[in-house]
């Protein structure tokens, strides 16, 4: 079975652009022989695919197909009694049937493999606009559609791979729809989170702790060209600390809906958490939610606030940061105000306001967390106040009150304050 372990045919994608649309079907028939379920484990049909598979995946897919006839046909039937047929004895198939079924599920149970398998469709998902589009080859109609359709297949995998061990988890999924602005082609998105519980706090976890992302995102998309996100324009935008992925979900899905270029217009969205367990399930969310990076792709990357990496892609300015409910602790403002000066872009002739960071917080009368909004504003002062900070920092220069709803939030928030905060 080692020529099925994805480590071992996952190319580099540093030649994503010289790889044919041939070698991608192989690439994503093998994965979707591992790593999809049911109807959704069929070989990927092409012009290019056909008869190019070699004899072992070939004899695998037919293993498969076969296994899951079985299963379908003796469903109520008589309880295998354990004995072998004389018929299984002479052919020996249900034998070679189940050492196949016994290989793909030691592959797929694979946390090595799987995360592998992760990083790579989620890296071919951000570079795939350079596949789709290259500049030194023109695409027949047939070819450009055969790669759209795996560059889909690939984000159905993703989706797949994210779900793998997703029965382990003690999860609560929740479905929100925010209406989009007018000027939009779909009249809203959906947005389907996956969040982990934890079974020692299960307050620690769930809608109410969501609240500010939640009324962000609406914001966001209720009016686009406010928070910068406007169709033809690049943009790259980075999320702090974004837990369950909820901004940047949002983000992508209202820069597909506004999008309709050709070639089209990319808006790159690096997601970024800290705990290992809340990166995974962050990844999760994206993979279930997103179809392909068309015209927004949304990378997973660890982030800290204390430490933060010059490593790509955090080498290059934002034009916009996004975060929202990250103050819990004094110290974050500080931390998340260094990162941010390194990472804004920063004001030119032809651009002077600059970057823009945008930061919702909840307001808290009671508990531990009570007052932290002051340490947003001390690190972050108003135009208005005389700060001892020098010229040319950041400054909150818009803030937008937003009152509670009743069944979003904790019981211990009052209400949110959206900021605006830029270079002054």
């Not at 450009?144 to 995998?157: C, F, G, I, N």
């Not at 597909?256 to 958490?273: F, K, N, Q, R, W």
Request: glycine content about 6%; overall charge negative; aromatic content about 8%.
């Amino acid at each position: 079975m080692d020529g099925f372990n994805p480590s071992g045919y996952l190319f580099p994608l540093a030649r994503l652009c010289t790889s044919s649309t041939a070698e991608l079907e192989v690439v994503m028939e093998k994965l979707a022989l591992i790593y999809s379920k049911g109807d959704d484990a069929q070989v990927v049909s092409g012009r290019h695919g056909k008869g190019r598979v070699d004899g072992s995946l070939a004899r695998l897919d037919t293993s498969l197909r076969k296994s899951r006839r079985r299963k379908e046909t003796q469903v109520d039937t008589v309880v295998d009694s354990g004995y072998a047929s004389a018929e299984d004895d002479e052919t020996g198939e249900d034998s070679d049937d189940e050492d196949f079924m016994g290989s793909v599920e030691i592959v797929r149970s694979d946390s090595f493999e799987r995360d592998f398998t992760i990083r790579w469709l989620t890296g071919f998902i951000t570079r795939c606009s350079q596949w789709l589009y290259p500049i030194d080859a023109v695409l027949s109609d047939e070819e450009a559609d055969e790669r759209e359709t795996l560059v889909e297949k690939a984000a159905s995998l993703l989706a797949s791979c994210a779900r793998v061990d997703e029965d382990n988890d003690k999860a609560l999924s929740r479905l929100f729809t925010f209406p989009l602005d007018s000027r939009s082609s779909a009249e809203s998105i959906d947005v389907e989170l996956n969040d982990l519980i934890a079974p020692e706090d299960h307050s620690s976890v769930g809608l109410q702790s969501w609240a500010s992302s939640i009324h962000f995102a609406r914001l966001i998309a209720e009016d686009p060209a406010r928070f910068g996100i406007l169709p033809d324009q690049s943009r790259r935008i980075l999320e702090l600390g974004a837990g369950t992925g909820m901004l940047s979900i949002a983000t992508a899905k209202i820069v597909h809906a506004l999008g309709d270029g050709e070639p089209p217009v990319i808006t790159e969205i690096i997601s970024t958490d800290f705990h290992p367990d809340v990166l995974r399930n962050l990844q999760r969310n994206i993979a279930s939610n997103l179809f392909p990076g068309i015209h927004a792709s949304v990378a997973v990357h660890p982030f800290d606030w204390q430490h933060p990496s010059c490593e790509p892609p955090f080498d290059t300015v934002f034009d916009t940061i996004l975060a929202a409910d990250v103050v819990y602790d004094p110290r974050h403002a500080d931390w998340i105000e260094n990162c941010v000066s390194t990472l804004l872009r920063k004001p030119t002739e032809s651009d002077p306001e600059g970057g823009v960071f945008w930061m919702i917080i909840a307001l808290r009368n009671t508990g531990r967390h009570e007052g932290l909004a002051d340490a947003v504003f001390d690190v972050f002062p108003t135009l208005d106040v005389q700060s001892q900070r020098p010229a040319g920092r950041l400054k909150v220069v818009q803030v937008q009150d937003l009152e509670r709803c009743e069944g979003v939030g904790r019981r211990d928030e009052t209400g949110y304050r959206l900021l605006k905060i830029c270079w002054v």
